[in-house]
């Protein structure tokens, strides 16, 4: 694989993860009555429905929050505080291609690649030289720039929360076949995750299972979704409601223009076009 086409690549593969766990949070719950065992707090009496419905009206409604995905089907993880301003601060990575630590102050944004980054991105000893160079330094840019614009789309809260909120509800079209198989959405037993009592409630259909763990104390706010089909798995997991973005930035002498990266990786196409 060339640099030209690493260089390309790299936002997309490293976002890739992130887009297929949005996907899976517009499940479209349908309406089913579950067990009322102890410990539910109030979601004792009310509906695996009425329950998911709380639970999203909580994820739509959130200002900020703390944002984990992983999956099988890539290795792609995010670790990212994000609000509805586009801020956010975290960390994406990409399993062997690399880490980068994540900073967006409006259009602002300030990535800090690790070693691994840099010699997936740079050929031969290229990748080592620039990792050792700018080790501990953030390269800083606007989301005018191609590279950091793609990066940065992970942390947009509002549009994760457009895809868990799913399309709105319409009538099939006239002729339009039924669905094949009704999906079915029970209440599990409450059950603890880091820490909160959550309740499961888990749909499945065509095979595949979803499960949303919802807060019980508090508000009712999906803490974990897990999603399995295919032998597949993936996870998001939600927390940190409401708390703010840091809006601490890198100073400027830990920071160098994203230019570096960029006119490293003309060097390097430009030798192997040579």
């Known amino acids: 694989m060339t640099s030209r086409r690493r260089a390309a690549t790299a936002p997309a593969a490293l976002t890739c993860g992130a887009a297929l766990l949005v996907g899976l949070t517009g499940t479209g719950f349908a309406a089913a009555a579950g067990n009322s065992d102890g410990g539910e707090g109030d979601l004792a009496h009310k509906s695996a429905q009425q329950i998911s419905d709380d639970a999203l009206h909580q994820l739509v409604g959130a200002q900020s929050m703390r944002l984990r995905t992983r999956t099988s089907v890539d290795p792609t993880q995010l670790d990212l505080t994000l609000d509805r301003a586009g801020n956010c601060t975290g960390a994406v990575s990409k399993g062997s291609l690399g880490r980068v630590e994540l900073v967006k102050r409006g259009n602002q944004i300030w990535m800090k690649p690790d070693a691994a ?88 259909a065509d095979g595949a299972i979803q499960t949303l763990y919802v807060a019980i104390e ?31 930035t890198p100073s400027p002498d830990r920071t160098a223009d994203i230019s570096a990266l960029e006119d490293l990786m003309r060097g390097s196409q430009e030798s192997e076009s040579a």
């Open 218 to 248: 508090g508000k009712h706010y999906p803490l974990k979704l897990t999603a399995e089909a295919d032998h597949e798995t993936a996870t998001i997991l939600m927390s940190n409601y409401g708390t703010p973005v840091s809006a601490t």
């Open 117 to 204: 980054f840099w010699k997936s991105q740079l050929p031969g000893s290229k990748g080592a030289e620039a990792a050792a160079k700018y080790k501990d330094t953030y390269l800083h840019g606007t989301t005018r720039d191609a590279f950091l614009r793609g990066l940065s789309e992970a942390c947009d809260l509002k549009a994760f929360q457009k895809s868990a909120a799913g399309p709105d509800e319409e009538q099939p079209p006239s002729g339009a076949p039924s669905p094949s198989v009704t999906p079915t959405l029970t209440k599990g037993r409450p059950t603890t995750h880091e820490g909160a009592r959550v309740l499961p409630v888990v749909k499945k």
